[in-house]
């Protein structure tokens, strides 16, 4: 069977840290809140900022595929599980608390522990966006990294990553159109295939090589949106244009960053990237329920205008930042040091391995306790 090997010089390099990902992390999170924000208001949905979410996977795919192809199984699963639950947990906490002390709403303790393991979007449809609208993420996101950890070490085949990709996708859409789950369908079957473009850009950006084979995989995987489209009425619309967002942002960032202005931007943005996972957590209660709550309940406003809910969606965005900001500090340094005792026995290991005594690195807790780089897989 044929094969085609793309070798292409390494854009990055494995660890490097990208500026651009920090970027179009904080662009994609105010495509998202300008999503949600319009929602509140009643306006159109005319630029469809629910694409920032393909954004944020294909960013993470790329990230994992950059970083974490080599790691261990154990150190990768741990450090996504740093990442993703300690944040998702006090966000989940906190609106557990708040729903039932100002709004007196009870959850039944199914929808409660299915929210903390995260497999709540895998389940009945009320509990897809039970709390929030936006934790149906964390689903999505726990599984693709599974799925990672068990194709990590074959990255290099580029037709098993297209066909996992589309027998996963078939398989939620007939899992989510057999149950009546519209809300898993739409929002996490089609955006499947988001996440592992990912990891084939990172594929190519970090090693700069990997072979596509003519197999029955490949075939397998094309056919299955074939199938989609017109045999399930279901296409995947979002992940292209996601793609050629990124691709834009890159091309004109070359030029943006040549100006003052342009880099004071870019760092605004990629300052907000850092807090973007934080500020996906917490914003949306804020912005629509409490937003309501506070005119009809605080205020005595039965039917805010556009205005005034234009007034609390700022106070709301300002509350998530404050909240966020000290949420995503606590969580990185607990992960920053985690990671840091990893490194270091780690490196110890490899100097056992090597047969070099310890005393002559003694320098090596001090290098470690500052590490250049790896603040991209997020």
Not at 221 to 246: D, K
Request: proline share 3%; aromatic share 12%; with cysteine.
């Amino acid at each position: 069977m044929k094969s085609f090997r793309f070798n292409i010089a390494p854009l990055a390099g494995n660890g490097s840290r990208i500026a651009a990902i920090d970027e179009l992390k904080g662009l994609a999170i105010i495509l998202v809140l300008v999503y949600h924000c319009g929602g509140v208001l009643g306006a159109l949905n005319v630029i469809h900022g629910e694409i920032g979410v393909d954004i944020f996977l294909i960013l993470s795919g790329v990230a994992l595929a950059m970083n974490s192809s080599g790691m261990p199984l154990g150190h990768f699963l741990l450090r996504r599980f740093l990442r993703i639950y300690p944040s998702y947990w006090l966000a989940l906490g906190f609106y557990i608390w708040m729903h039932h002390h100002f709004l007196g709403v009870v959850r039944p303790w199914e929808t409660i522990w299915q929210h903390i393991l995260g497999i709540h979007a895998f389940s009945r449809l009320t509990y897809f966006a039970d709390f929030a609208d936006a934790f149906w993420f964390i689903s999505m996101i726990v599984a693709a990294y599974l799925v990672f950890a068990c194709i990590r070490r074959r990255l290099d085949d580029l037709s098993l990553i297209i066909g996992v990709t589309g027998v996963l996708t078939v398989i939620a859409t007939l899992a989510y159109q057999h149950f009546g789950n519209i809300g898993g369908l739409i929002s996490l079957a089609v955006r499947i295939p988001s996440f592992f473009i990912g990891v084939i850009a990172g594929r190519l950006l970090g090693s700069g090589t990997a072979e596509l084979r003519l197999n029955l995989l490949l075939g397998l995987g094309l056919v299955s949106f074939y199938y989609l489209t017109f045999f399930r009425e279901t296409t995947c619309a979002y992940s292209i244009p996601a793609l050629g967002i990124i691709l834009l942002w890159l091309g004109l960032r070359q030029q943006v960053s040549k100006l003052r202005v342009g880099r004071m931007f870019l760092g605004a943005f990629a300052l907000l990237g850092l807090i973007s996972y934080e500020v996906y957590l917490f914003h949306q209660p804020l912005v629509r329920d409490y937003n309501f709550y506070f005119y009809h309940v605080i205020l005595k406003v039965p039917a805010p205008n556009r205005m005034q809910l234009l007034e609390g969606i700022f106070a709301a965005l300002g509350l998530t930042v404050a909240i966020a900001v000290p949420v995503h500090f606590l969580t990185d340094r607990a992960l920053s040091f985690r990671r840091r005792r990893a490194d270091k026995a780690e490196a110890m290991a490899a100097i056992v391995r090597a047969g070099q005594p310890e005393s002559d690195n003694r320098d090596l807790d001090t290098a470690l306790d500052y590490p250049l780089g790896d603040r991209v897989a997020r």
